[in-house]
């Protein structure tokens, strides 16, 4: 890749990915990623992987993801990539989020990755091609300000 990209691969094991979100996390701070738009990307770049881990190698063995970066004064893009179980309907899930109406103790652990991704990326897309998915995230870069 050039300058303003790079890639990471890591396993595809809670450990590991967590090792990986933080590495890309540095790399892009590295690259001029402006720390307003940071913790967005960090938070939504999570969640993705994370549902790569737990949900798409559930019962096949897990491989590794890899993750591909381009960094533009506008605009960042990452793809994430993994040979997994392709999402149900082969399209990102709505984001609708898990209801919060109910006492503390029933409070769901889960059910706001989709919600958070949504809200954070200005654009996704999910592709499978070849035995591959790839979810490409889009952040719009320009001043919060604007929106």
Not at 50 to 75: D, F, S
Request: glycine residues 8%.
């Amino acid at each position: 890749m050039d300058q303003n990209g790079f890639e990471l691969s890591f396993p595809a094991t809670e450990v590991e990915a967590s090792a990986g979100i933080a590495a890309l996390a540095e790399q892009l701070s590295e690259q001029g990623l402006p720390e307003a738009h940071a913790g967005d990307v960090r938070i939504a770049l999570a969640e993705a992987i994370n549902n790569v881990v737990e949900h798409a190698y559930v019962g096949v063995e897990a491989a590794q993801v890899q993750v591909n970066c381009a960094l533009r004064a506008n605009w960042l893009e990452i793809r994430i990539s993994d040979t997994g179980l392709p999402l149900p309907d082969r399209q990102p899930p709505e984001g609708i989020p898990a209801s919060v109406e109910t006492e503390l103790q029933d409070l769901p652990e889960g059910g706001f990755g989709w919600f958070l991704i949504r809200q954070l990326a200005s654009d996704i897309r999910y592709e499978r091609r070849k035995g591959f998915n790839h979810l490409f995230l889009r952040f719009d870069l320009l001043s919060s300000s604007n929106g």
